[in-house]
């Protein structure tokens, strides 16, 4: 049973719109909330993170919602470039835990140009 | 850059034949790990280490052994590869201030 969910394997943008990526999870447990990008033939690149403290995290043209009582996170990029075609994978992990970080099994997301 | 180098970033072998992946970081952080990538799974925890010689199991850890005789290498084998293990697997590290993971380039594995 995945306890981290991205329900959206893929998802098409136009460049200069807003893409969403959606992210759930079941364990409550959870405190600690990461998203990585990955390109083909690559690792996977940290991007930006959340802490169930906050609700909201913004760095440069990505931001990241945390709605703790849905248990759901979302990553906003605004504007989208080409660039940012690549996979998403949200992942979460305990506070007394970190060395178990979860991850989804990721959202490819396609700018368009 | 968190300095992690795998090696080898491809190998083919056969079905039963042991397997050694090796990854190398060059900043002595004390946390590593292992992870697998498949199609509809994301990345998967395999085996982590908290420092030389301790080591401890992730979510598929079957099949699968690690050893960390040295802070800067952590090496994972296969003792005898089965076809579902034909994966692409990450090395990453977590430095020792932060909660981040960071990955490696990964090494491609194939059993046929």
């Known amino acids: 049973d995945q306890q981290v969910k991205q329900n959206s394997p893929s998802l098409s943008v136009q460049e200069g719109r807003i893409s969403i990526l959606n992210c759930d999870y079941t364990?409550?447990?959870?405190?600690?909330f990461l998203w990585y990008k990955k390109y083909p033939a690559e690792g996977p690149t940290f991007l930006i993170s959340?802490?169930?403290?906050?609700d909201k995290n913004e760095d440069g043209r990505f931001t990241v919602f945390l709605n703790k009582s849905a248990k759901h996170l979302s990553l906003h990029i605004v504007p989208s470039q080409p660039g940012d075609s690549a996979v998403y994978f949200c992942?979460?992990?305990?506070?007394?835990?970190?060395?178990?970080?979860?991850f989804g099994p990721g959202t490819s997301l396609s700018v368009i140009p | 850059d968190a300095g992690i180098t795998q090696s080898p970033r491809h190998k083919v072998t056969e079905t039963g034949t042991p397997v050694t992946l090796r990854c190398h970081q060059t900043?002595?952080?004390?946390?590593m790990y292992w992870y697998r990538q498949d199609p509809g799974h994301g990345l998967r925890l395999i085996h982590y280490?908290?420092?030389?010689?301790?080591?401890d199991k992730g979510e598929v850890s079957d099949g699968y052994s690690v050893s960390r005789s040295k802070t800067e290498d952590f090496l994972l084998t296969l003792e005898s590869a089965t076809s579902s293990q034909t994966s692409v697997y990450f090395c990453?590290?977590?430095?020792?201030?932060?909660?981040?993971?960071?990955f490696g380039e990964g090494s491609w594995l194939t059993v046929v």
């Open positions: 990453a590290i977590r430095k020792d201030s932060g909660n981040t993971i960071y």
């Open positions: 364990n409550s447990m959870f405190d600690y």
């Open positions: 959340i802490s169930s403290i906050k």
């Open positions: 992942a979460a992990s305990v506070k007394t835990s970190y060395d178990k970080v979860i």
């Open positions: 900043e002595n952080h004390r946390y």
């Open positions: 280490s908290y420092g030389v010689k301790d080591t």
